[in-house]
Nanobody, 115 residues
């Protein structure tokens, strides 16, 4: 069982930055894939960024060049640095990990970008 706790969300003006954190209850060294998803009201949950254990990253086209996914193995934490935020980035952001063919979700953190 893996517990994930997100933090770092909040209200920010367009053009601003936020850094989301996702603290894991287990060593992330053993996690195959870590990712951030987001879900806006009335919409499906979409992949934002993905990081494999080998260090490969993937980003949604809408966030490329603005968001950066990273991890700190010693702190067992996944990050999402979000720059140049836009109102359309407003959503609940969820941390997701895959370990031993099982998927785990955090509780989500709200990000609101005002215009």
């Amino acid at each position: 069982q893996v517990q994930l706790v997100e933090s770092g969300g909040g209200l920010v003006q367009a053009g601003g930055s936020l850094r989301l954190s996702c603290a894991a209850s287990v060593s992330i060294f053993s996690i195959n894939v870590m990712a951030w998803y987001r879900q806006a009201p009335g919409k499906q949950r979409d992949l934002v960024a993905r990081l494999t254990s080998g260090g490969s990253t993937n980003y949604a086209d809408s966030v490329k060049g603005r968001f950066t996914i990273s991890r700190d193995i010693a702190k067992r934490t996944l990050y999402l640095q979000m720059n140049s935020l836009k109102p359309e980035d407003t959503a609940v952001y969820y941390c997701n990990v895959e370990m031993s063919l099982r998927y785990y979700w955090g509780q989500g953190t709200q990000v609101t970008v005002s215009s």
